[in-house]
Structure formats: C-alpha cells, structure tokens
C-alpha cells in the first residue's frame, strides 16, 4: 500500500525558511517523480514544483528562486526547502505521485507565513 507522509510545516515569520519533508513507502520510489502542491483556503490546490525519478527538477514561476525541490531515493524521501517565504506561501503543502497510473496524496502539512 503506497503511503506519502508529509512533516516539517510550522509558522514562520515573512523572510523565514522551512524544510517539508515527505517519506513514501508501499512502492518503488526512485523510478517515479514527485510534486509537491499546495492549496491555500479557498483556492484550488496547485503544483509548485516536480522532480522527475532522475533528479531533474521543475518549478512553477511564484516559488523560483526561492524553493527547492530535492530527493533521497535512499531514505524514499522527497524534501522542498522553502526560503524567503512570504505571507501568500501560506498553504497546505501536499506532496503527490502517479505511479501505475494511480494518483497518490499525502495528507498535507501546514504552512503559515505571519509575523
């Protein structure tokens, strides 16, 4: 059974940074890219950034720069290292995979930006 726990979200002050990680279990981790998504009240969830099963990376324009996005296929771990966050980074952070053709959901972590 394919299982995504996300960890690692908090408040933080405008300027601050988190590290989210997400460990997966249940299936083959290092052949199937990642995403991290995130959906702020009243908002459709959205991709922020991807990495593919090879370690390429992609980000979505309001987070370049300022997110990365990395894995540990050793640890079956996908981390998003958050810097400059701003108040609008807001969210709850899930990170998603398709594999066999099914899509996969963890069960968010929360990330709120105030000072």
């Known amino acids: 059974q394919v299982q995504l726990v996300e960890s690692g979200g908090g408040l933080v002050q405008p300027g601050g940074s988190l590290r989210l990680s997400c460990a997966a279990s249940?299936?083959?981790?290092?052949?199937?890219?990642m995403d991290w998504y995130r959906q702020a009240p009243g908002k459709q969830r959205q991709l922020v950034a991807g990495?593919?099963?090879?370690?390429?990376?992609n980000y979505v324009d309001f987070v370049k720069g300022r997110f990365t996005i990395s894995r540990d296929n050793a640890k079956n771990t996908v981390y998003l290292q958050m810097n400059s966050l701003k108040p609008e980074d807001t969210a709850v952070y899930y990170c998603?995979?398709?594999?066999?053709?099914?899509?996969?959901w963890g069960q968010g972590t929360q990330v709120t930006v105030s000072s």
């Open positions: 249940g299936y083959i981790f290092s052949i199937f890219g």
């Open positions: 990495i593919t099963s090879g370690g390429s990376a």
């Open positions: 998603y995979c398709n594999a066999w053709g099914t899509s996969y």
